[in-house]
């Protein structure tokens, strides 16, 4: 993974990449320079009503299709559920336990702490002190149906010194509101992989939280594929030094489709370090995925090392993404920190390449394509779940180049 | 484990073929005749700039450069009339000057595809095994190399030699090698020179070494050698044109000394995997 970003660095550099968003050095958020610049508030409540009802103009609402939300955002509480089915390893336990028993990061917007609220007992994964499970915790969660909103809160617990990989993967039919909080004890290590592979009428709303402790390691991947809408805000918050974070995500929007992920890294604490990679192609008329990348340095986070990076592959002209990297900076003592956006189309000179090989012109679109995700996919270290996830990669590629 | 290949014969006729630079069409080959019969080998020799390249992308297929005038058939069949992919699967090669890096796609399943479009169909799986790995090791090539992403932080020596294994596994009826000698040390040189070589002695390959120095040439004897300059071909001989070249260089063309090495062909191709900067 390392050298995969030491490429595409030394690329952007080379072309002089698009970049899009700001850098802000020395700059409090709240102090803006104009007003693209005016940050969210980063308002976390465990209230509902302590957010606004979202009307699209905010800020952390702009690209979303706010009348595809309502039914979301109107919705009243409900005890409908998605159905669960699980592996468990031994040394792995998946508990219901009641809202409130589990001190989870506050929620970002009004949606995550409706999700909160309503949810009733969370779906908790334990993974005790200093346990290493030899295979993933696999829960499926599935929707029945887009009649009831469902709320539901989905706890990763992993103690301290544990090593664990917890597979989330949705599909169905579902209107879905949610909160994901991962608790990453001290030493702690945990790789992450939700996958949305949604039937095509599905609404899901979701943020994961996530805390680290100190020295802690988290390895997350989002694989978003099918969903009429899908927004994703993930957060991360440090709670002691040497914490390493890696964000990695792949989109895959078809016509109509709305891919939206929202990352915010909040760097706290001294020393430590996060990596951002979200990739997407866009196939389709309408077919749109937002990425934001928000990493703040607060003046407390010496020697931060950061950087982020968003590509997306334009497979047809009428698809749309927007991509907007921010990061704000309060403190000089760093190691590093920096961003790359990229949107764009086929490299006329890869398919020549590979044409001039013989390789029909869709089968060589294909395999950019498929290289372009492969990059993240088969960093995952998961054989099975790197097949698997090529699979449903290529299911959308039959698609797009049918 | 040589696939056998009837040879062709590639007609250039006349040729003359523009870019478009800053929304002009710009006349870069100014009617370039040449005539490559299966089992020959032709040395094109010119100054940086002369066009070679241009000749071998337009013989290619390269979208960037159009045909305005002229005709190129591989034994008698418009190859001009045919896609890109339908070119190589005719029996065209070309072995770029800059190879192009197509990151998360690997070595392997690169060569298994294209083997597979030129053959028209797959390799028996346990052979294209072997065969891979024993054109790689006459190679010198590292058996790792194939997992790795097609030319993508690939040294000079090794962007050249992945085009060398291309040709030898790929056994094309004409192959253009581009400047394939070009920044490559000694044994590098001899290497791929010994690629080459091989496949010439099947018999049939015609070849086209487009090279700025006469040095490959020790490696690699030519059957003619082609004079090169301002977008055609200005003087044809046999291989002592190479040693008259190396000794006088090109001022009796109207071209200042022989000029280093490292024209700029084709605009160093973004490596952005897959992305370029929308228009
Ligand atoms: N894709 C291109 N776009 C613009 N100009 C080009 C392009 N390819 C070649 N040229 C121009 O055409 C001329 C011949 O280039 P080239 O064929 O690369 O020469 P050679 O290979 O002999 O060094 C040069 O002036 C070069 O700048
Ligand atoms: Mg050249």
Not at chain 1, 335 to 362: M, N, V
Not at chain 2, 192 to 208: F, K, L, P, Q, Y
């Amino acid at each position: 993974m390392a050298d995969v970003l030491a490429t595409e660095r030394a690329a952007l550099k080379e072309t002089g990449g698009i970049t899009d968003g700001s850098i802000a050095v020395g700059v409090r958020p709240s102090t803006p320079r104009s007003p693209a610049d005016v940050r969210p508030e980063r308002l976390r409540s465990a209230d509902p009503d302590a957010f606004v009802l979202p009307t699209g103009r905010e800020e952390e609402w702009r690209f979303t299709p706010i009348d595809r939300v309502r039914p979301l955002l109107d919705a009243a509480p409900s005890a409908a559920h998605l159905s669960v089915d699980s592996e468990v390893p031994p040394g792995a336990e998946l508990l219901e336990l009641p809202a409130g028993s589990v001190d989870v990061p506050l929620p970002v917007d009004r949606l995550a702490a409706l999700a909160l609220a309503r949810a009733g007992d969370a779906l908790v994964v334990r993974v005790p002190k200093g346990a290493e499970l030899d295979a993933p915790v696999v829960l499926r969660l599935t929707g029945t149906g887009t009649g009831e909103v469902v709320w539901g809160h989905v706890v990763l617990d992993i103690a301290e010194q544990a090593r664990a990989t917890v597979v989330l993967e949705h599909a169905g039919s579902a209107h879905y509101a949610a909160c994901v909080s991962v608790l990453i004890g001290d030493g702690a290590q945990l790789q992450l992989v939700q996958v949305q592979d949604w039937a095509p009428d599905t609404l899901h709303v979701a943020h994961v939280a996530s805390r680290l402790g100190r020295d802690a390691r988290l390895l997350s991947t989002q694989v978003s594929l099918g969903g009429d809408l899908v927004r994703i805000t993930e957060t991360v918050d440090f709670d002691g030094p040497g914490g390493d974070v890696e964000l990695r995500g792949v989109s895959f929007a078809d016509g109509g489709q709305h891919l939206e992920h929202r990352l915010l890294v909040d760097h706290s604490a001294p020393h430590c370090r996060s990596r951002v990679t979200y990739k997407s192609a866009l196939q389709g008329d309408e077919a749109h995925t937002v990425w934001v990348g928000d990493v703040l340095i607060r003046a407390a986070a010496e020697g931060t090392d950061t950087y982020e990076l968003n590509r997306n592959l334009l497979l047809t002209p009428e698809a749309r993404a927007d991509s907007v990297p921010n990061l704000e900076i309060e403190t000089g003592e760093i190691a590093g920190a920096g961003h790359a956006s990229a949107t764009g189309r086929f490299d006329d000179e890869q398919l020549f390449y590979l044409r001039a090989r013989g390789i029909p012109a869709d089968d060589a679109r294909r395999m950019v394509v498929r290289g372009f995700f492969a990059e993240v996919i088969e960093s995952l270290g998961v054989p099975a779940l790197e097949e698997r996830l090529m699979a449903l990669i290529e299911d959308e590629l039959g698609r797009a180049f049918a | 484990m040589t696939v056998p290949t009837a040879g062709a014969t590639l007609e250039i006729r006349d040729l003359h073929v523009s870019v478009e630079t800053d929304g002009a069409d710009k006349e870069i080959l100014t009617g370039v005749d040449l005539t490559i019969r299966p089992g020959e080998t032709h040395a094109i020799m010119g100054p940086n700039g002369s066009g070679k390249s241009t000749l071998a992308y337009a013989v290619a297929g390269h979208p960037k450069y159009t045909v305005t005038a002229g005709t190129v058939t591989l034994d008698g069949e418009d190859v001009l009339a045919m896609s890109i992919d339908e070119r190589a699967r005719a029996g065209l090669f070309l072995a770029m000057q800059y190879p192009v890096e197509v990151p998360g796609v690997s070595v392997s399943n690169f060569l298994r595809s294209a083997a597979t479009a030129i053959r028209g169909e797959a390799p028996k799986l346990r052979l294209w095994v072997k065969e891979q790995k024993e054109a790689m090791s006459r190679l010198e090539m590292d058996p790792g190399f194939s997992e790795r992403s097609v030319n993508e932080g690939f040294s000079g020596g090794e962007k050249k030699r992945h085009e060398i294994l291309q040709l030898e596994l790929l056994r094309p009826k004409v192959a253009i090698l581009d400047e394939t000698d070009s920044g490559l040390d000694v044994d590098a040189l001899r290497v791929v020179s010994e690629g080459v070589n091989r496949v010439r002695a099947g018999g049939t390959t015609g070849v086209v070494l487009i090279t700025h120095y006469t040095r490959i040439l020790n490696y690699i004897s030519p059957d003619f050698v082609h004079v090169f300059v301002k977008g055609r071909i200005a003087e044809s001989g046999g291989p002592e044109l190479a040693d008259e070249l190396e000794a006088h260089g090109y001022a009796k063309y109207g071209v200042d000394a022989l000029t280093p090495a490292g024209g700029r062909g084709l605009p160093t191709s973004p490596v952005l995997p897959g992305v370029v900067a929308p228009a």
